[in-house]
């Protein structure tokens, strides 16, 4: 038998969380000099990264100066007192993280942190940046919400959010908590047929590269860490220009590889266009093809909306895989191994 029920509580809980968080930092303030921003970088690794890239997406065309993820110990040569580097860690003991702060501080920039506790929530409280201290106790990429949403609010001090999406929060809101009805009932369940197709095979995720390319990373850690099954992915209009070469020869792989091809209204015309060529020139090679398209009227509902697709088709199959969805023993086997 499995557990499953951990996990289960987290995603039927998700929109409370988002809620929740939305709630917790609606009055929140910030001491940073936002006129003295000129680059932000965010750095996290995992389940922590996500939440960051995603709000480093959605605002891909609104921040008027660079905006750049890190993944990685290393700082960009840029990185001086001119940047805001926000580090996001659930536990606040990732070293790449606490690496990359450090390293920037010491470059002059400004810092913050987003996390539960540790290292990097005491670093923050004596040195004397702004932190937001999230709900422990969870696994780190159920916590999304907790994540997520005071990287929002960051961003609206940074006045770097479009107008038009100033009930965003909101909207989402409404959106995750109609869409977890449907999602967590076992009849008609969208999640749930996608997963026992996706069974066996290897799932390949597309999207075009700008607000969705997160959102598609979410899928495939999800898959990995969730359902313990490999996944891969890539985006448009890159992988038209070689990867759509690489399925000519993969003739036995034929009926193994699903492919889950994600679209958003505000992809570009040409990338639509291109997404379409490209279902027609795979689809006989693939298991299975499914065509997800967000839903919800801003952005962040709409990318939401399908991230939350993603949580739940994972999950379930994680449970035809007869896997616990939550633990991530060679994550923990590895960390135990660098201590
Ligand atoms: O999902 C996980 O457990 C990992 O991807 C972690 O998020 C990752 O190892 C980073 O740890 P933390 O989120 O505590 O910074």
Redesign the pocket.
């Known amino acids: 038998s499995i557990d499953t029920q951990n996990m289960w509580s987290f995603l039927e809980a998700f929109p409370k969380q988002w809620e929740e968080a939305r709630a917790q930092t609606e009055e929140i303030e910030f001491t940073i000099d936002a006129d003295r921003v000129r680059t932000i970088c965010f750095v996290?690794?995992?389940?922590?990264a996500i939440g960051a890239d995603l709000i480093r997406a959605y605002c891909y065309d609104s921040c008027p100066y660079p905006i750049q993820m890190l993944r990685h110990y290393e700082l960009p040569r840029w990185v001086d007192e001119h940047t805001l580097i926000i580090g996001c860690?659930?536990?606040g003991?990732?070293e790449e993280?606490l690496t990359a702060v450090d390293r920037a501080r010491a470059r002059g920039a400004q810092a913050m942190a987003v996390t539960s506790g540790g290292a990097l929530m005491l670093k923050a409280a004596k040195e004397g940046f702004d932190y937001i201290k999230i709900p422990g106790g969870l696994?780190?990429?159920a916590a999304l919400g907790y994540n997520f949403v005071p990287l929002f609010r960051i961003c609206q001090y940074l006045d770097i959010i479009n107008e038009d999406e100033a009930e965003a929060l909101e909207e989402t809101n409404q959106l995750l908590a109609e869409q977890n009805g449907l999602l967590a009932n076992s009849e008609d369940n969208e999640a749930l047929s996608l997963a026992e197709k996706l069974d066996d095979t290897l799932p390949i995720v597309y999207s075009d590269s700008t607000m969705l390319e997160p959102v598609n990373l979410r899928w495939r850690e999800q898959f990995e860490?969730n359902a313990k099954t490999l996944a891969y992915g890539n985006t448009l209009p890159e992988m038209t220009h070689n990867e759509i070469v690489g399925w000519e020869r993969i003739v036995h792989l034929t009926g193994r590889l699903s492919v889950i091809m994600l679209v958003d209204r505000e992809d570009n015309e040409r990338v639509k266009q291109r997404m379409k060529i490209v279902e027609e020139l795979i689809k006989d090679q693939t298991a299975s093809l499914h065509l997800f398209e967000t839903r919800g009227k801003s952005r962040l509902a709409r990318m939401f909306s399908l991230i939350q697709l993603a949580d739940w088709t994972s999950f379930y199959l994680a449970i035809l895989n007869s896997t616990d969805p939550t633990p991530?023993a060679k994550?923990d086997l590895l960390k135990r191994k660098l201590a």
């Open positions: 996290g690794m995992g389940g922590s860690s659930y536990s003991n990732t993280t696994t780190p990429r860490e991530v994550i």
